[in-house]
């Protein structure tokens, strides 16, 4: 980007990657968006570059010390900013850049899922459920984070509502077993 009003989308009077720091907090890594959010604050108009210690963030992003290295790894790890250790005397210094990636960022949680699901396992019928057939619920723990459960919709034996495994190898043998077992009571119960 050659000029730093690129990066603000329109109706923004700051350049805040409101998109990485949505993301993080909605993955639930709260302290990593508070430390990129610290990181924002000491930008400058005509740094590209931005060089707060170890004790800034820690008294901006109120977060504790031991944990500010694995915050960063953490926004390094998703592309949101390069951190580069510079020595500066007898010091070393580290020198965070912000990525065009924070900024950029294209995720909406609140969409459906666009891709077509795979084919799964359900834990009550131990059948193979189609895509036309998993329902997708999407929900909030307690602790804030967003999870997603798959049902299988019409199973038989759970009233409409199993839950669905993925397809792996331990599943499938678990899959072949329960059915056996499923088999074997069918005909024990003939037999009465």
């Known amino acids: 980007m050659q000029n730093e009003l690129d990066r603000i989308p329109p109706g923004l009077w700051a350049p805040l990657p409101i998109p990485a720091i949505k993301y993080l907090v909605r993955i639930g890594h709260r302290p990593a968006s508070r430390i990129l959010y610290a990181i924002v604050l000491h930008k400058g108009k005509s740094k590209s570059a931005i060089f707060p210690s170890y004790e800034t963030l820690r008294l901006y992003a109120n977060v504790g010390e031991n944990s500010i290295k694995e915050c960063l790894d953490i926004l390094e790890k998703f592309g949101f900013i390069k951190v580069t250790r510079t020595r500066l005397g007898k010091k070393n210094q580290n020198r965070y850049e912000i990525l065009d990636k924070a900024y950029n960022l294209e995720i909406n949680p609140k969409s459906k899922e666009s891709k077509p699901l795979e084919s799964m396992i359900c834990n009550a019928c131990w059948n193979y459920v189609e895509s036309q ?34 397809v792996t190898e331990s599943s499938r043998r678990n899959q072949i077993w329960q059915r056996s077992i499923m088999e074997i009571d069918k005909k024990e119960n003939r037999n009465y």
Do not use: A, M
């Not at 723990?141 to 199973?155: P, S």
């Open 133 to 166: 057939d998993i329902k997708v619920e999407t929900f909030e723990t307690w602790e804030g984070r967003r999870e997603t459960r798959y049902k299988h919709f019409g199973c038989e034996i759970s009233h409409g509502i199993g839950n669905l495994i993925p």
